[in-house]
């Protein structure tokens, strides 16, 4: 079998299981909360349009969106809760994705429920009160059988909604199928991309077809084809659970972003954590904004982080210090304001730079960011979904006076190659990403040091602060690491070595070697 | 002149006006003895259907007071007051998702009788309104013919065993065979049953053949009421004259038409 559909499906089970418990989850939650709210508002017209306007509202927020906004929500909920009863919940994976999808899923079923209420011809209705039904009696009897098609169609609606907006919930720390998805963007890995997706689309198609199964059960009155529904379903949440179950509880808990070198550095911090007899797990692709606050709440142990980052999204800071410096005015704010211990940085830099075709550059005589003010009118510029947001584009632009053309926003993958091709003439890349190599790009020098240091930092949650096993592990990284070792294993991460698959653990494996042998 | 009980059903002085301030009944009174077949007849619009809701209370009176078997119905809870009361309506009125032994058992379910009670009771009604038991119990109502539906419907109305029975426009929609062969059986149930009828109809040859009294109501008002007899010959107001005219007419009609293709 080919490698990496391999490891696909040595992650089916937890993936999957993730994906299930917080899909059903989410579906059952909405369904408890919409289906009652639409027989309140059945006969309360200003209830009813209070209601649909609200889950119009939610639907037009982006799903991913919607999911992000709950993590600070109920950080703070769970800040206060521990503030007033002495315990706090995880604000992290599960919950928020639970909450938000079960949003997500009201529309349809409170939209479809009041339409197939109101559709039930009003001579029946009239009938029904005329044999001496009460209003009640009324709904249950008659009105809730006749438009039980439409209800159905709206729960079906909302299955299918939650199911794939679901893969949006790793972001934001919950496994779930969008893991493939997210991971296989990041690492090139067209495998696992897709297979996330066919998984979702065959989960999803499952419990439609259930979920009709009953429907058609019900209508006809057919007990057998009602049981059959309700236990595929039953079956598909207990296979959620077995994995749950069987699943060894790991003692700390190693944090990624979205981004290769992320993937390869959790890899090896899990393996050094192993090494030392720790039992570690990973979540990945958690977003950047969540992260930090993640670390600090106790959900996620240890990551690796980037100073500039730190510096100015934690810190608020715009002037420039040497690398060290910043380092150390980090640890000492960190400590002091949040109780995070930063144990060092790794000895590399991932920083922001300016990047294009050598060719290109040298047609054009572009050496340094300096020499890009005069052609910038007639260039384009791509960079990753923060980058035009970031201090540090404003400082540049600034310092060096750029105006470009166009400004596009890229994901980070597709970045390299459409500069390579001509597709745009400038991007953002990152320092010590292996792709730089890979398709012959020039690095634009920054003669005026706009741009802060990105040192990769060791970060420990405050819980954490003072375990020492833990340190002692992890040591052995701290300044271990140059900068053409990062881009190395990046490389192989995505390309391969021509020996092993192409994968971020291999890469690690090989990052591990390359340490050793330096030393 | 027939044999006069006690009233079953009373209107006293009673008026009713939807939104608009359109006056739907307009201090109408009227007394159904026991017993007795009441047709009502008058124009769409004319307030019939108003009249028969007031009586289970499926509307309420703006004045003047509705009594049933004595009781002044706002004194009675309207769902108990309907469940015992037959109301066969307009139109199909059947629930669409239930069977026809499910439709006809509905009243007798809703007054908690027992399962073996209640499906003896619906054999009984499937032989009385004459449908068969094997080839219609356990159909939907979309599997029925018109006429075999209303049959329902009135087994539905009486299935409870009540005494009073409220139509409005049952046969309305029925092909004129179908229509005949339904309204005679009723007729003949009505009398063996006891049961005392209130039928609104806008066919005054139905009334006449049907009833034994007929009131007539024109724009919310009570403009006549008495015997077929005592319609067709007194001295009575023009519309009213026109209107229990109409059979004679026709009938005269079809005899002229006989004639002349007797004589051709």
């Known amino acids: 079998m080919h490698p990496q559909i391999a490891d696909a499906l040595a992650r089916l089970p937890d993936y999957l299981g993730g994906h299930i418990a917080v899909s059903l989850t989410a579906l059952a939650l909405g369904l408890a909360v919409s289906l009652p709210l639409a027989l ?164 999803a198609l499952a419990v439609d077809q259930l979920l009709s199964l009953m429907e058609s059960g019900l209508g006809a009155r057919n007990a057998r084809r009602v049981t059959a529904g309700t236990l595929g379903l039953v079956l598909i949440a207990a296979a959620a659970l077995a994995p749950g179950l069987s699943k060894a509880s790991a003692t700390y808990v190693i944090g990624t972003k979205t981004f290769t070198e992320q993937y390869i550095l959790a890899s090896l911090i899990e393996a050094r954590l192993r090494d030392s007899g720790l039992t570690a797990r990973r979540r990945e692709g958690l977003g950047s904004s969540v992260i930090f606050d993640a670390l600090r709440a106790g959900e996620i142990d240890v990551y690796v982080d980037y100073s500039g980052t730190i510096w ?36 590399f830099e991932n920083a922001y730079a300016l990047a294009m075709a050598a060719r290109r550059a040298q047609t054009l005589g572009i050496r340094s960011i300096a020499d890009l003010g005069k052609h910038a009118p007639q260039l384009s510029i791509a960079g990753d979904y923060e980058f035009f947001a970031r201090p540090e584009w404003d400082a540049i632009r600034k310092a060096y006076g750029l105006n470009f053309r166009e400004q596009r926003q890229m994901q980070p993958e597709f970045m390299y190659g459409a500069v390579a091709s001509g597709q745009v003439d400038v991007i953002s890349a990152y320092t010590s990403d292996g792709r730089i190599a890979l398709h012959n790009l020039t690095v634009l020098d920054d003669p005026r040091r706009v741009i802060p240091p990105y040192d990769a930092i060791l970060l420990i949650s405050p819980k954490r602060a003072n375990d020492a096993a833990l340190i002692a592990a992890l040591r052995p990284l701290i300044d271990a690491i140059d900068v053409d070792m990062m881009r190395q294993a990046s490389a192989r991460a995505v390309m391969g070595d021509g020996n092993s698959s192409a994968s971020p653990d291999q890469a690690a494996i090989w990052l591990w070697g390359e340490i050793q042998k330096k030393r | 002149m027939s044999e006069r009980h006690p009233a079953a059903i009373s209107f006293q002085d009673v008026s009713k006006s939807y939104g608009g301030g359109r006056k739907a009944l307009d201090r109408v009174s009227l007394d159904v003895a026991e017993r007795e077949f009441l047709a009502v007849v008058g124009p769409s619009g004319s307030g019939k259907t108003t009249l028969l809701r007031l009586i289970n209370r499926l509307a309420e009176a703006d004045s003047g007071a509705v009594r049933v078997e004595g009781e002044d119905v706002r004194a009675a809870d309207p769902v108990v007051l309907r469940r015992r009361i037959g109301y066969v309506f307009q139109g199909i009125g059947l629930f669409p998702h239930m069977t026809v032994a499910q439709n006809i058992a509905i009243t007798p379910k809703l007054l908690g009788w027992g399962e073996t009670r209640i499906a003896a009771r619906v054999d009984e009604l499937i032989e009385l309104v004459r449908l068969e038991r094997a080839a219609h119990r356990d159909r939907l109502p979309a599997q029925l013919s018109g006429g075999e539906r209303q049959r329902v419907g009135v087994a539905r109305a009486i299935a409870a065993g009540p005494k009073i029975v409220l139509m409005d426009e049952p046969f309305g929609a029925l092909d004129p065979l179908t229509r005949d062969a339904l309204s005679e059986d009723y007729r003949r149930l009505h009398d063996k049953l006891g049961l005392t009828t209130v039928m609104i109809t806008h066919d005054t040859l139905e009334a006449v053949l049907l009833a034994d009294r007929i009131a007539v109501i024109r724009e919310g008002r009570m403009i006549a009421q008495g015997t077929p007899r005592q319609m067709l010959s007194a001295e009575q107001d023009e519309y009213v004259r026109k209107l229990m005219a109409t059979p004679q007419r026709q009938a005269g009609r079809l005899q002229a038409l006989l004639d002349e293709r007797g004589g051709a």
């Not at chain 1, 800071?317 to 940085?345: C, F, N, Q, S, W």
């Open chain 1, 312 to 347: 100015a999204n934690q810190l608020g800071r715009t002037d420039i210090m040497p690398r060290a410096d910043i380092i150390a005015e980090i640890a000492k704010t960190l400590r002091a304001r949040d109780g995070i211990v930063v144990l060092g940085g790794l000895g």
């Open chain 1, 40 to 203: 309140l508002s059945v006969h309360r017209p200003r209830l009813r349009g209070t209601l649909l306007g609200f889950a119009s509202v939610v639907q037009t927020i982006p799903g991913l969106a919607l999911l992000a906004l709950f993590y600070p929500l109920l950080l703070g909920i769970a800040a206060l809760t521990e503030r007033a009863f002495g315990t706090g919940f995880s604000a992290l994976g599960f919950l928020p994705s639970v909450l938000a999808l079960a949003l997500y899923s009201m529309l349809p079923v409170l939209r479809n429920t009041i339409t197939g209420l109101d559709g039930v011809d009003p001579d029946v209705r009239q009938a029904a009160l005329g044999v001496g039904m009460t209003p009640r009696q009324s709904l249950f009897m008659v009105e809730l059988p006749l438009a039980l098609p439409v209800i159905m169609a709206g729960i079906r609606t909302a299955a299918v909604w939650v199911i794939g907006t679901a893969t949006l919930s790793t972001p934001i720390g919950q496994t779930s199928l969008g893991n493939y998805i997210f991971t296989g963007l990041q690492t090139q890995n067209w495998v696992f991309v897709l297979f996330g997706c066919a998984a979702a689309a065959v989960l």
